[in-house]
């Protein structure tokens, strides 16, 4: 009889794991309306059990969840200065046919035009609008309503790189791209500290003020930056990439830029023979080509970075240690001008569509909710404790309201929406 009784008991306790999934009054149901003779017996002992009951299922669960996470891995990608506008609609109609942005305007037409801005976007982004929009989710299309802006009032990278990785804007002292080290704490800093985490977070830029923005010094975690990436390796894994590109374009980014082919190479290759719990890369190849005035290049930028994110994805879902374990953070620092053609090279606050941002995110956790219709607000501040929880970890919000995106991680009815508007 007790080993019938331990029986039933375990029965009921998977039984009420399984409701509770549905809902605490489910869990009330199967004590109400079981119809195993023993449960009627025993209904009032089980009644007075049930609130003990209930806490176990919810610690098991919460458990489980802990433990999914404590394996869980996370690669953040930002594409420095690239627009909403043409993740959602694809090329520019006004920038893709004048002459002093798109020189070869028929050839370019030929690339990445198309009828709609649906059809457009695809040809620009095919990763993004297939493998993301199938599986994951992408946020930040103004056009229905669901916005994704900086806090920062600065509108540019260091403030924007600053808000994203500490959670919260500092414009009293961030208020320059002058590679001054950065008194807040980041997000990546704290994780490495972390257990699980120690020395398993890394940092890939092209542009060279990432050391100082994330503190390379101070967090302990390498930031290999601008022409760091060009290692032996890496300058052989794209070697063909230069040469065609020198014949193309003539010399590559000022010397604290260097081109993303390096940092894309190089960042692959520690992820295939490190396998780091944590890995940021940073391109930039898309704002300096719009600051140089090439909407060419600006398009051609973002399709090579949608490429190599295809490729990484790829990566990831074959490798033993990443497969079905590791999410994909996608962003952007900032956004650029929209009112004229020539705004489109710029980005500053008071430059109408600068604070404007984009989010999308991939991965085992994530509810394939596709392109977010939503009407809701975020800002860029949410995602540092976003990338903690990713992880299974916290980091906590210097202000209370800021919170995680939780839809990107939890399924659409645990998550707490943002709603309000901007
Ligand atoms: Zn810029």
Redesign the pocket.
């Known amino acids: 009889m007790k080993i019938y009784a331990t029986l039933c008991f375990t029965v009921l306790f998977f039984h009420a794991l399984a409701a509770q999934k549905r809902g605490p009054a489910a869990v009330g149901e199967i004590f109400a309306a079981h119809p195993s003779t023993v449960f009627q017996q025993h209904r009032l002992h089980f009644a007075q059990i049930r609130p003990v009951l209930t806490t176990l299922c919810r610690q098991y669960r919460a458990q489980t969840q802990r433990e999914a996470a404590a394996q869980h891995y996370l690669v953040i990608v930002t594409l ?2 690239f627009r909403w506008q043409e993740i959602f609609a694809g090329a520019d109609s006004l920038l893709l046919s004048d002459p002093v942005y798109t020189p070869d305007t028929a050839i370019y037409k030929d690339c990445y035009w198309a009828a709609t801005p649906a059809q457009r976007r695809e040809r620009l982004f095919p990763f993004l609008w297939t493998t993301i929009a199938g599986q994951g989710q992408l946020y930040g299309n103004r056009l229905v309503g669901n916005y994704v802006n900086v806090a920062n009032k600065m509108w ?2 260091y403030p924007g790189y600053n808000e994203m990785f500490t959670g919260q804007p500092d414009d009293a002292r961030i208020f320059t791209n002058v590679k001054l080290a950065n008194p807040n704490e980041n997000v990546l800093e704290c994780l490495n500290r972390k257990q699980g985490f120690g020395n398993k977070v890394v940092a890939f830029s092209s542009w060279d003020a990432f050391p100082a923005i994330l503190n390379e010094k101070r967090a302990c975690m390498p930031v290999f930056s601008g022409n760091e990436n060009r290692t032996k390796k890496t300058q052989q894994a794209t070697l063909g990439y230069y040469q065609q590109r020198k014949a193309e374009r003539g010399k590559p980014w000022p010397q604290k830029e260097c081109f993303d082919a390096l940092t894309q190479a190089a960042a692959t290759e520690y992820l295939r023979n490190h396998h780091p719990r944590i890995a940021y890369i940073a391109l930039g190849d898309t ?2 080509a ?2 140089a005035g090439h909407y060419d290049r600006y398009l051609d930028a973002a399709r090579e970075a949608d490429q190599w994110l295809g490729e990484l994805w790829d990566f990831l879902q074959n490798d033993p240690t990443y497969r079905n374990r590791t999410t994909l953070l996608l962003t952007t620092d ?1 956004g650029r001008g929209y009112e004229t053609p020539r705004q489109w090279r710029r ?1 500053r606050a008071g430059i109408c569509g600068a604070d404007q941002i984009w989010l999308a995110a991939i991965g085992p956790n994530t509810p394939p909710l596709g392109e977010i219709k939503q009407p809701m607000q975020l800002h860029q501040q949410q995602i540092a404790s976003t990338i903690a929880q990713l992880v299974g970890s916290t980091f906590p919000a210097r202000q209370a309201e800021i919170r995680a995106i939780e839809t990107i991680f939890r399924k659409p009815a645990e998550a707490r929406l943002i709603t309000a508007k901007h």
Do not use: I, P, T, V
């Open positions: 420095d200065g540019f990278s704002d300096e719009a600051h900032h980005h």
